[in-house]
């Protein structure tokens, strides 16, 4: 059986089109394979895990079902959902990880990420980053009436889309230095992650040795899976028509 890695899928009710291939890929694909990790932006942006909305309920609804089947699903908030917690997921059924894990995949010991936390080029986006994941500030915010939230987080993402048109690519990439420092600290020599949307295999050295670095996809124009068995791991998409 194999073991599937998604992210950045940005969901949202705007695109109705990548909805509708992850629901199909919940549906058709994801009920084949073990265990199911999602390496965060599975939302455009989560508010909270009191938002029942419709479309959040049909996607929370997804995973419920797939759980209930007996696959295994892992999240790890992205930098668009790192609200998402711990009720999201009894409700689904999915299991929280920390935003850096070491998993056992396929005998080979591998350090997961969402990614964003390598891309240390980008200083702004590193001190927003530890300020809104500041535990108090983030019970302040849910304290916030829902309504409220999501006119804050409107004006959020109106800023973050004006600061990208200025950024540098290699900023918003990750920093090679980086990636050496969390493969040498968990003593692994693979590791896979998302955020950058430049799905592909990298090679690092590392005092370990030769080590592989997997890029997942965004699903903007095309879903993108990584698909894993005992043989290996390959890059995969799937159409959104």
Request: aromatic share 10%; charged share 20%; with cysteine.
């Amino acid at each position: 059986m194999t073991t599937l890695f998604i992210a950045d899928l940005h969901l949202s009710p705007l695109r109705p089109d990548i909805t509708a291939c992850f629901l199909r890929f919940m549906q058709e694909e994801a009920p084949m394979a073990k265990k199911l990790y999602v390496l965060g932006d599975l939302f455009e942006f989560w508010i909270g895990d009191d938002d029942n909305s419709p479309f959040n309920v049909t996607i929370k609804d997804a995973f419920k079902a797939l759980t209930a089947s007996g696959v295994a699903c892992y999240f790890i908030q992205g930098n668009r959902d790192f609200l998402l917690g711990q009720r999201f997921c009894k409700e689904t059924g999915m299991q929280l990880l920390p935003e850096t894990a070491v998993i056992d995949l396929y005998g080979t010991p591998t350090v997961i990420l969402h990614g964003d936390t390598l891309c240390t080029k980008d200083e702004k986006y590193q001190e927003f980053r530890r300020t809104v994941h500041q535990k108090w500030l983030q019970r302040l915010f849910h304290c916030i009436p829902l309504f409220i939230r999501k006119k804050i987080v409107s004006n959020v993402q109106n800023k973050i889309k004006q600061q990208k048109h200025f950024k540098q690519m290699e900023i918003m990439d990750v920093t090679p230095e980086e990636v050496v420092n969390v493969l040498e600290s968990h003593h692994v020599t693979h590791m896979i992650h998302g955020h950058t949307h430049r799905p592909n295999t990298h090679k690092h050295q590392t005092n370990q040795g030769s080590a592989t670095r997997i890029v997942l996809g965004d699903w903007y124009t095309q879903g993108s899976i990584l698909v894993c068995n005992e043989n290996g791991c390959e890059l995969q998409q799937r159409s959104l028509g």
